[in-house]
């Protein structure tokens, strides 16, 4: 049996850091996707009376998205790069995404080249919810490159401190603002997840074994959230008054709605801010009334949204209390 010294016995991979550009980006929590792949092209050739000759060669490569979880202990340039996604700038990273050992140490790198979000997913937030929250980044990448460090490169990819920040932030730990209803809102149970995407277009050029990804137009999602039905009065008469029954012909006299989303650590204290614009009500549904349940009623508020953006305010504390 090999010692527990030997640099090739094998790891469990349950540390994971983000880096861009050369510079650290932050841990993370899950990784998935990044494989390469090729299309297996098929040739057959028939010249008279002989059997069918096939032959066949590869295709052109293709990596697929990188799907990354990631909480609190993710750093500036990370939330720099959802900020100008969420702006419509087109950033582009080089980047690795570094596996740590159970001691911290580096044991295998993925490499991967002009990176662009694609998609960014704002997770589910619930007043009842104690558990940590994380934001998901699909990125679609041009190139992937694995490898893996058996020696170890001795480099050490993160520290308790950044472990314990990582789920500094929880689902109930949030606050929920929308213009000209600032004492309705005080209650917000619950906001659904809702994700931005960006559409992405493959430009095939000669010369060039794969393709070059270029963004196009971003959708901006639906945002939902519930309030209990003792404050849902303003919403309803809001949208009786002004928007789907009596609809107004002269569009200036219709003011958009505005509002934010703040994310709140264990130490009470602002992280980051997603505040969204150009909204309005588009349907309120009550919840099913039953007479078994001893739940509070709420109602569920749906607005359109037309853009939204990302505003990263400081470091979470470092704390899981």
Same mark, same amino acid.
């Given at each position: 049996m090999p010692?527990?010294? *030997?640099?090739?016995r094998?790891?469990?991979?349950?540390?994971?850091?983000l880096?861009?550009?050369?510079?650290?980006?932050?841990?993370?929590?899950?990784?998935e996707g990044?494989n390469?792949?090729t299309?297996?092209?098929?040739?057959?050739? +028939?010249?008279?009376p002989?059997?069918?000759v096939r032959?066949?060669q590869?295709g052109?490569?293709?990596?697929?998205?990188?799907?990354?979880?990631?909480?609190?202990?993710?750093s500036k340039?990370?939330f720099?790069w959802i900020?100008d996604?969420?702006?419509?700038?087109?950033t582009r990273?080089?980047?690795?995404?570094?596996?740590?050992?159970?001691?911290?140490? =580096?044991?295998?790198?993925?490499?991967?080249?002009?990176?662009?979000?694609?998609e960014?997913?704002?997770?589910?937030?619930d007043?009842?919810d104690?558990?940590?929250?994380?934001l998901?980044?699909?990125?679609?990448?041009?190139n992937?490159k694995?490898?893996?460090?058996?020696?170890?490169?001795?480099?050490?990819?993160?520290?308790?401190?950044?472990?314990?920040s990582?789920k500094?932030?929880?689902?109930?730990n949030?606050?929920?603002?929308?213009?000209?209803?600032e004492?309705?809102?005080?209650?917000v149970v619950?906001?659904?997840?809702f994700?931005?995407k960006?559409?992405?277009? =493959?430009y095939h050029q000669?010369?060039?074994l794969?393709?070059?990804?270029?963004?196009?137009?971003?959708d901006?999602?639906?945002?939902?959230?519930?309030?209990p039905?003792?404050?849902?009065?303003?919403?309803?008469?809001h949208?009786? *008054?002004? +928007?789907?029954?009596?609809?107004? *012909?002269?569009v200036k006299?219709k003011?958009?709605?505005?509002?934010s989303i703040?994310?709140?650590? +264990?130490?009470?204290?602002?992280?980051? =801010?997603v505040?969204?614009?150009?909204?309005d009500i588009?349907s309120?549904?009550?919840?099913?009334?039953?007479?078994?349940?001893?739940?509070?009623k709420?109602?569920?508020?749906?607005?359109?949204?037309?853009?939204?953006?990302?505003?990263?305010?400081?470091?979470?504390?470092?704390?899981?209390?």
């Amino acid at each position: 049996m090999p010692p527990v010294t *030997n640099p090739n016995r094998t790891y469990s991979a349950a540390h994971f850091v983000l880096a861009l550009d050369g510079a650290d980006a932050g841990l993370l929590r899950s990784i998935e996707g990044g494989n390469a792949r090729t299309d297996v092209m098929t040739y057959n050739i +028939n010249g008279g009376p002989a059997p069918t000759v096939r032959w066949r060669q590869l295709g052109k490569p293709k990596f697929e998205d990188i799907k990354i979880q990631a909480g609190m202990a993710a750093s500036k340039p990370f939330f720099d790069w959802i900020a100008d996604f969420m702006a419509g700038k087109a950033t582009r990273h080089d980047g690795a995404i570094i596996a740590g050992d159970f001691y911290y140490k =580096e044991r295998a790198r993925r490499e991967f080249t002009a990176a662009l979000i694609k998609e960014f997913t704002f997770p589910k937030l619930d007043a009842n919810d104690k558990s940590p929250a994380f934001l998901t980044v699909a990125l679609t990448v041009e190139n992937v490159k694995f490898s893996t460090t058996t020696q170890g490169s001795g480099a050490t990819v993160l520290d308790q401190k950044r472990m314990e920040s990582q789920k500094a932030w929880k689902s109930c730990n949030f606050r929920f603002t929308l213009s000209g209803f600032e004492d309705s809102v005080r209650r917000v149970v619950k906001v659904d997840s809702f994700t931005v995407k960006q559409n992405i277009v =493959e430009y095939h050029q000669g010369g060039i074994l794969a393709p070059t990804k270029t963004p196009t137009t971003i959708d901006t999602p639906n945002l939902t959230f519930y309030v209990p039905e003792a404050d849902a009065q303003p919403f309803i008469d809001h949208f009786t *008054n002004d +928007n789907a029954i009596a609809i107004k *012909n002269d569009v200036k006299n219709k003011s958009a709605l505005h509002g934010s989303i703040t994310a709140i650590d +264990n130490a009470l204290k602002d992280v980051f =801010e997603v505040s969204f614009l150009g909204c309005d009500i588009f349907s309120i549904t009550p919840d099913r009334s039953d007479s078994t349940t001893e739940e509070i009623k709420l109602v569920k508020i749906e607005l359109y949204v037309e853009s939204m953006a990302f505003k990263w305010i400081q470091n979470p504390s470092p704390t899981t209390a």
